[in-house]
């Protein structure tokens, strides 16, 4: 696992958490490419992200509006929703808990990957319609 992140504002960033766990032969293929994160914090719970849920991350530079992301800036990393819209703000990162507020989007806003999976029972599932279920 590499490191763990916030659901909620940004915080601090990765920190090396040194713990191993077996992926799959499909993850296995993916590994210049992929991640583990552990979530801290409950801004994403409708999303089917909740504290404690280990993400697997794919580090890329493009992404659509709609996908779970992992941002990073000065200040830390966190864990939410890219949206790209056509009226302000037109980018911004929305949590999938009302109790918390969208993070706007400026230049110190570093995208680090997008979410594919979430280990459940030992067992990595994969996005379905922008959630887990």
Known sequence: MAGSSY???FTETFQLQ???IQLSNEVKQL?????IIEISGDSMINAGINNGD???IKTQIHFKSGDIVVAQTANGTTVKRFIRQNKPPFIFLKPENP??????????????GKVIGKLVSGHWQQLTQG???
Do not use: C, P
Request: proline residues 0%; charged residues 25%; aromatic residues 16%.
């Open 7 to 9: 659901a909620g504002a």
């Open 18 to 20: 040194g713990q191993w």
């Open 31 to 35: 590994s210049d490419e992929v991640y």
């Open 54 to 56: 280990k993400l697997l």
């Open 99 to 112: 109790n918390y507020k969208h993070i706007s989007f400026t230049d110190e806003v570093a995208m680090q």
């Open 131 to 133: 959630r887990f279920l």
